[in-house]
Each structure stands twice: as C-alpha cells, then as structure tokens.
C-alpha cells in the first residue's frame, strides 16, 4: 500500500457588498484534462504545523497576504485514496480549514501551477454546489456556509444588544 500524504486543504470566503458569504474556487485542468473548480490543498511540510501549511498554501497559490486571511474554524478531513493503483495519484488525507479573506478579492490572482488556470472570485452557496464535483467537499461548504451565516446572526444579536444599551 502506498503511504498516505498529509495535506492542508482551505475553503475560503469574503462577504460581500451585499452581506452575503462568496466563495474563491480554483479552476484547473484535472488529471482527465477535464476542468474542474476545487478547493486547494497541499501537503504539509516536515515538521510543520497543520494550520501554518494551510495559511502557506493559501499565500502560495492565490498571492494572498497572511495577514488578509483567518483561520475561522477546522471544517473535516476528507480521504483520498488510490484504490485501482492510477498513475499519478496518490493516497491522501486533507484537513480543510474555512479561512475568511478581509481583501478585494479583484485583486486575487493565480499562479499557473498545479495545472490551475484561474478562479472563480465571487461564487454563492449555489454555484459552489453546482461547481464542485466531489460530494464530500460539498459536505463540507455546507458546513462552512452554516457556520458563517450562525456567526453572523450572533455578530447581529451582539449588535442589537450594544444599541438597546446606549
């Protein structure tokens, strides 16, 4: 059996002008040649912490500054694994973290490596659905999208609190 590689995967996502949660997805060129968007991943580095890689991945492939980033909570570990022996896979195990960026996503660009080509900047819950292929990544924007829309009705709660007491 071929070892298993531990990687750092991000989904990441900005609100908006209008208040609601938009997702980056990476577009690349699959090992088919088809093109798919995907949530990015890479492996983790000797030693090194599990969240620092996800914040190094992110910075390495979208250009994005660390400090334009947070980690706002570990969403899953998914697993990928090479069962019919495929040239050029690999058996992985990827935890994805929900990172949320406080940039203009405009000026978001994508290094062509990796076989990616570009990124969709201002996708909604309903074209990340539609977009991505893997059934357990959408499992896991599902939960991302809840847990953003639940911190945004407690920030709303504080906000109505703090103004009935001033």
Not at 21 to 37: D, Q, T
Not at 97 to 114: C, Q, T, W
């Amino acid at each position: 059996m071929l070892p298993i590689i531990q990687s750092a995967g991000w989904i990441i996502y900005f609100i908006d002008s209008d208040g609601q949660p938009r997702y980056l997805l990476i577009k690349r060129h699959a090992l088919s040649g088809k093109i798919e968007r995907v949530a990015p991943k890479g492996k983790i580095q000797w030693s090194e912490e599990i969240t620092k890689a996800a914040l190094r991945e992110v910075s390495e492939e979208t250009g994005i500054p660390i400090n334009q980033i947070k980690i706002k909570q570990q969403l899953g570990t998914t697993q990928l694994r090479n069962t019919e022996h495929q040239k050029g896979q690999m058996n992985k195990d990827v935890t994805y973290f929900l990172m949320e960026y406080s940039g203009d996503p405009d000026v978001v660009k994508i290094e062509r490596a990796e076989w990616y080509i570009g990124i969709h900047k201002r996708c909604t819950l309903g074209e990340v659905l539609s977009l991505i292929y893997y059934q357990d990544i959408r499992e896991l924007i599902r939960k991302s999208y809840a847990f953003i829309k639940e911190n945004q009705k407690n920030l709303n709660i504080k906000k109505d609190f703090i103004q009935k007491l001033g």
